[in-house]
């Protein structure tokens, strides 16, 4: 149908006035069919339904798309169609990126279309209704080249210095994906409802690739239930604890969001209690021991309180003693289960 422009312009007429959110459905219907137009009478019809309009008898012979005719109809029937608002519309039912060939098709269309930079807030700026669709466009984006799709122009963007206390990191992939603060989290939200498997299969590369300036990312964001926040600390965590040069990057993290972290530790000594040690060496060394004992679980803060007084860093009676004033029968029960 976008052999040529009359045709197109001919079929596009069918559907005036051309606005954004109309202009948005038809790039759904294209997107999805992109790959091969077998069925004519199908593929048209679906066009006239994605904007509520009644089938029409007289099909006209649908057979390839063309982004140049398709976009030159679009602008000659609608000069002022505002591109960004059409991706703003794309929260619509049925829209949905079936492979990497039609995201690299619809982004054809968006440069062909838009000179500015791809308007990232209307993808990764809320959770969308359509949700599925929302998860296949983001799924390909986070993967694909720079020079196709890039996050570089993220406004809220991991505030990421080129090292913390002098270490470098890996910044993955090279359109800035795991920097875009927006992105991880509305990741963080669709996972809270529903999407867990889609969203960690996408945290796969990072988790691999660029593990720490991941778990940076993430400290900064704040969910309902921190569902992967969570899985990602306990995942990176336990690297960082074993690198003995990355203990700069514990303080960072502290700052950044200490309760992640203080669920990082009790993960950790829960699944290795010889862990304690080197959980305790970080705390000295950044002063942070004392804040961790206040805060962590009873049974967990005596373990490590008793490993720092046999390395003479902690005052056990006085600890033991102050606790049991400030919290009494629940503390003492604790300390009765680790003797």
């Known amino acids: 149908c976008t052999t040529d422009t009359s045709k197109c312009k001919e079929i596009l007429s069918l559907f005036l006035p051309l606005t954004e959110a109309t202009v948005a459905r038809i790039l759904g219907t294209v997107i ?81 279309a838009c000179q500015d930079s791809f308007p990232l807030h209307a993808i990764c700026g809320s959770v969308w209704k359509n949700s599925e669709g929302q998860l296949s466009f983001l799924k390909h984006a986070v993967s694909a080249p720079p020079e196709l799709f890039t996050f570089a122009h993220c406004v809220r963007q991991l505030a990421y210095v080129d090292a913390v206390h002098g270490l470098k990191f890996q910044l993955g992939q090279s359109n800035h994906a795991w920097l875009c603060l927006d992105l991880l989290d509305v990741l ?100 942070i021991l004392n804040h961790v004992l206040e805060r962590i679980p009873f049974s967990f803060a005596i373990r490590l309180a008793a490993m720092a007084s046999q390395k003479e860093l902690l005052d056990l009676e006085k600890w033991l003693g102050d606790n049991l004033i400030t919290s009494k029968e629940p503390f003492f029960e604790e300390c009765l289960k680790f003797l």
């Open 32 to 112: 999805r069919t992109n790959a091969g137009l077998e069925d004519n009478t199908t593929t048209f019809s679906a066009f006239l339904s994605a904007i509520g309009c009644s089938p029409v008898s007289d099909l006209p012979s649908l057979s390839s798309w063309n982004v140049g005719v398709l976009v030159d109809s679009v602008k000659q029937l609608a000069p002022e169609i505002n591109w960004v608002r059409v991706m703003e519309s794309l929260d619509h039912e049925g829209f949905y990126i079936p492979s990497e060939d039609a995201f690299k098709f619809f982004m054809t269309i968006y440069k062909n």
């Open 188 to 287: 963080c939200q669709l996972a809270e409802r529903g999407h867990a498997a889609t969203v960690q299969l996408m945290l796969e590369y990072p988790l691999k690739h660029c593990p720490e300036v991941l778990l940076l990312g993430m400290a900064q964001i704040h969910t309902t239930y921190n569902l992967i926040q969570h899985e990602v600390s306990s995942t990176v965590l336990p690297m960082i604890l074993d690198n003995t040069s990355r203990k700069g990057l514990i303080l960072h993290l502290w700052h950044i969001n200490h309760h992640l972290v203080l669920r990082g530790f009790v993960d950790v000594i829960a699944k290795d209690l010889d862990s304690i040690n080197r959980i305790l060496d970080i705390c000295q060394e950044t002063k």
